[in-house]
């Protein structure tokens, strides 16, 4: 079965610093990634997505992340934090063969002003 | 366009009673999607419907959860003889045939409690 590790619950940081939020996957074969960011009191929208072409994936709101299949991850991350970006954030895995999507635990990102 | 809207927003219910939650889908999506959230915790598959059958149960928990789609659009999520544990966001989403690498747009969830 395949499974999301997402490194931290919670994530810290000062406005205009990076955001690094982590992700590990394990799966037997490569698989589609996602990221999916959830503000308060709303559904999912999401952020950016690998699907086995370029292994930096550019996303919406400045995010980015990178495709590393010798680490299993897939880290998501933002030079320069806004307080909008206060939300929590999943990052999700779907096999080849699959369909529904696999969350990781989700981390909570708090921007300090 | 519009995107995926769920009904109710807000559901409380007592144990044992029997509720329904109702997704509508983006118009034309062919893949259909139910998720539970609990509190604290990334959302887990429930069942995805291709069209108007169930191609993939595996995440419903138990009998007692049941889901339909008769026309191809609209699903309703069943939950039969409601336990304190089945409180949650229930999430539905849609996407546009089921493809592995397409995007899965979410609605804003039902949350439910069971008192």
């Known amino acids: 079965a395949q499974s999301v590790t997402q490194l931290g619950s919670h994530v810290s940081v000062s406005e205009g610093a990076l955001v690094l939020l982590r992700c590990n996957y394990s799966?037997?074969?490569?698989?589609?990634l996602f990221w999916y960011v959830q503000y308060p009191n709303q559904g999912l929208q999401l952020l950016l997505k690998y699907t086995s072409a370029a292994t930096l994936v550019k996303g919406i709101n400045g995010f980015e992340a990178e495709f590393k299949k010798s680490e299993t991850s897939f880290h998501l991350t933002k030079p320069s934090a806004h307080m909008s970006d206060a939300a929590e954030y999943f990052c999700a895995v779907r096999k080849a063969a699959g369909n529904k999507l696999t969350f990781g635990g989700g981390t909570r990102v708090l921007v300090k002003p | 366009g519009a995107g995926v809207s769920q009904t109710p927003s807000n559901k409380v219910t007592e144990k044992g009673k029997y509720v329904e939650l109702r997704c509508d889908p983006i118009s034309g999506h062919t893949a259909l999607y139910w998720y539970r959230q609990s509190l604290g915790q990334g959302p887990e598959f429930l069942i995805y419907?291709?069209?108007?059958?169930?191609?993939?149960d595996s995440g419903l928990p138990n009998d007692r959860f049941f889901a339909v789609r008769p026309e191809g659009s609209v699903s309703t999520l069943k939950i039969q003889r409601t336990e304190r544990g089945d409180s949650a966001v229930y999430l539905c989403?849609?996407?546009?045939?089921?493809?592995?690498?397409?995007?899965?747009?979410f609605g804003p969830g039902t949350r439910l409690l069971v008192l």
């Open positions: 799966s037997s074969v490569p698989p589609y």
């Open positions: 419907f291709q069209g108007t059958g169930a191609a993939d």
């Open positions: 989403a849609s996407s546009l045939g089921g493809q592995v690498e397409e995007t899965q747009y």
